[in-house]
């Protein structure tokens, strides 16, 4: 790829900005990395205020939460394409979603379009201030890894502060999320959406007065102290079986068709195209431009694994098991269930209790994966029969082996961080 | 245990369910019903007064709510009540500091606590203590000896057992209370900083519970427990590796 000119930097960022594009492509090279953390590190460490010079005067949409950041980021990206071009968004599509994958992509971005950015949600309100975003998208938050981060209304709280001082932002939020609400409460322009929460455990506590959020039977919520849930300016309507319909409150609506399943992929592809309209892509061009993607970092694809097609999905927490749990039950296919707990997926699977296992009654089911064990006894308290297998690869193969799917479904695989990534480099 | 069924009271999930608390509620009423003793599983919301119950479980909480729910607890009166005649405490982590006589709120100001446990919670001076635990259960815990206990402790606080309690084990691996001792007895209030949660990974905790509710002297059916049995065993197995290796692995 060639270097973009990159007019009014100074030396010292020149030099910042070289050296990340060449230990980039050195850690590709050597395939000690994607070639997204090591160039973005050393380019800060030179100048420390790179991002922010990077990203001056460029079109930025920054995309956060807990859970659905990588495919919405995805989604938004293919949307801006329709105007921008295809290959000129710059985006972090390999998930890097710190500074230094800020400082990748932008540094390795070959043209001047849009830039979409997944953030971390601790890092987003330091993003906010450097990065200047028209546009930010806030998912949802929940627990997530609790021996690492425990506090996601200091979050939320957080997110507020930030967003209060960015007056050019208009934020895109999911107006069922409680804790959503309070941080983007502060922002002078929010567009507020229904997409749903199917996990409201964490979103209880009033993050406004530390009462109680009352949830009523149409979606909507308050406290006593009158925090209560936004009027949404868009909602999404499930017409029937794997669709859905976003409505505006002009009036408007359109479809939405993915190539992606799932409730919850309906509600990030409307976040995206609200998102994109804010930047000028009418939403129904940008939705149809989303219809396109069929997978993303590797979810959602269904290669042949151990023999067996394998559809592969990955949860990282509580909130996103109970979604791809309601995905895959009912149905009748096998389902493997993979859980590890290195660094990156939190140490304590103590969450899993937590999971609504028990839709999985019924179902063909494999425990497997590092914490297999931890799994299988969390299966047996949930009185669902399965099936302990170690390595997860082996694990596909006893799925569907045992129980061969005469409709040609595949196997539903769903792990968490590393042990989908374990499986997806056996595709 | 009083009218028909065991009740078993999840204790505000909504404030005290950080950490997958509510499995051990679930653990102690399925072995239960697993063996035919007639059991109610209810979860006992911060919005409602507290039921009457036969065995409480306390979870654990961030600070704020921590502090709520102390509160809370303290004026509805049902638990403090109950343990008088008789009922069952399982209290875990934040719960168990709740328990105790005194705990630190967010800005480290000592708490009030319920004082069903003769303890006192500060806030540590070291970082949080965060990892498995493994500890050797101490004498005086009943008729039924248990086995060496496992699980997961994430807490900053430290806590100091007055005269009133007995310590539940003494620790080989991990932090606990902070001076060596892990958790605290008295009667039946049993307080612990092991989370997994605590009776998934240790069974026979969870039975010996069961035995002081329903009020049985000689120890309950055994189960089918070989699923636990191997948890426990890596759990035990990767502890011990690591110490060897001095590599934190799990
Ligand atoms: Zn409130």
Redesign the pocket.
Same mark, same amino acid.
């Given at each position: 790829m060639t270097a973009p000119p990159t007019p009014g930097l100074s030396a010292r960022a020149r030099v910042a900005l070289t050296a990340t594009r060449a230990l980039n492509a050195v850690s590709r090279r050597v395939g000690i990395g994607s070639g997204t953390v090591i160039g973005g590190r050393a380019g800060l460490a030179i100048d420390p205020g790179l991002l922010g010079r990077l990203a001056a005067g460029r079109t930025v949409a920054l995309v956060s939460g807990t859970n659905g950041k990588t495919t919405t980021t995805r989604l938004l990206a293919v949307a801006l394409e329709v105007s921008a071009g295809a290959g000129s968004v710059i985006t972090n599509s390999t998930g890097s979603n710190m500074p230094p994958g800020h400082v990748a992509a932008l540094a390795g971005g070959g043209s001047d379009g849009p830039v979409v950015l997944e953030v971390d949600e601790g890092y987003l309100p330091a993003s906010v201030t450097t990065l200047h975003p028209r546009v930010v998208v806030l998912l949802n938050l929940s627990r997530d890894q609790l021996d690492r981060t425990n506090e996601v209304r200091m979050l939320a709280g957080r997110w507020r502060g930030a967003l209060a001082g960015a007056m050019d932002t208009t934020v895109v939020a999911n107006a069922d999320d409680p804790l959503v609400v309070f941080g983007a409460g502060s922002a002078a322009r929010v567009v507020w959406v229904a997409a749903g929460m199917r996990w409201r455990a964490d979103a209880v506590g +009033?993050p406004? /007065?530390e009462?109680r959020i009352v949830f009523g039977a149409d979606g909507a919520w308050s +406290?006593? /102290?009158g925090?209560s849930r936004p009027a949404p300016d868009v909602w999404i309507t499930e017409p029937g079986e794997g669709d859905g319909e976003a409505e505006w409150t002009d009036g408007r609506h359109h479809r939405v068709a993915l190539s992606i399943p799932g409730r919850f992929n309906r509600a990030n592809a409307v976040m995206a195209a609200v998102a994109a309209e804010a930047l000028g892509i009418p939403a129904d061009r940008a939705l149809g431009a989303m219809a396109t993607v069929d997978e993303v970092a590797g979810r959602f694809t269904t290669p042949v694994i151990a023999g067996v097609p394998t559809r592969l999905m990955l949860a990282k927490n509580p909130a996103g098991w109970a979604e791809l749990l309601a995905l895959v039950c009912p149905g009748d296919s096998p389902v493997v269930v993979a859980i590890n707990a290195r660094v990156a997926d939190g140490r304590d699977p103590s969450w899993l209790w937590d999971v609504p296992f028990e839709d999985l009654r019924g179902r063909p089911v494999v425990a497997t994966g590092e914490r297999c064990l931890d799994l299988s006894v969390r299966l047996r308290y949930a009185e669902v029969e399965h099936q302990t297998v170690r390595d997860s690869v082996a694990a596909v193969g006893v799925a569907g082996e045992e129980w061969p799917s005469d409709a040609g479904r595949p196997v539903e695989f769903i792990g968490n961080y590393t042990a989908f990534h374990d499986v997806l480099t056996h595709r | 245990m009083s009218g028909s069924a065991l009740r078993v009271v999840v204790v505000y999930p909504d404030l005290l369910g950080t950490y997958g608390d509510g499995g051990n509620a679930l653990v102690l009423a399925r072995r239960a019903a697993w063996r035919d003793i007639p059991v109610q599983l209810i979860e006992a919301t911060s919005d409602g007064p507290i039921p009457e119950g036969d065995l409480y479980c306390l979870g654990g909480g961030e600070d704020g709510p921590q502090v709520r729910a102390a509160e809370a607890i303290r004026s509805d009166g049902t638990i403090v009540r109950a343990v008088g005649s008789g009922a069952v405490v399982l209290a875990v982590c934040a719960g168990y500091q709740i328990a105790g006589r005194s705990f630190p709120g967010a800005d480290g100001r000592a708490r009030p606590g319920l004082g069903l446990l003769d303890v006192d919670t500060v806030k540590g001076e070291g970082p949080r203590s965060v990892g498995e635990v493994v500890a050797e259960p101490l004498d005086g815990l009943g008729d039924i000896a248990l086995p060496t206990l496992t699980g997961f402790e994430n807490h900053g606080g430290v806590t100091r057992l007055g005269p009133g309690v007995v310590a539940l084990a003494r620790v080989t691996t991990g932090n606990g209370n902070g001076d060596g001792s892990e958790g605290a007895r008295a009667g039946r209030v049993l307080g612990t900083y092991l989370h997994g949660p605590v009776l998934a990974r240790n069974p026979a905790l969870a039975d010996l519970l069961l035995s002081w509710a329903i009020g049985s002297t000689e120890p309950l059916a055994a189960l089918d427990d070989g699923e636990e049995e191997a948890l426990r065993s890596e759990r035990l197995h990767a502890v011990s590796r690591s110490r060897f290796t001095g590599r934190a692995r799990s």
């Open positions: +009033c406004a /007065c009462g +406290c006593s /102290c925090f | -």
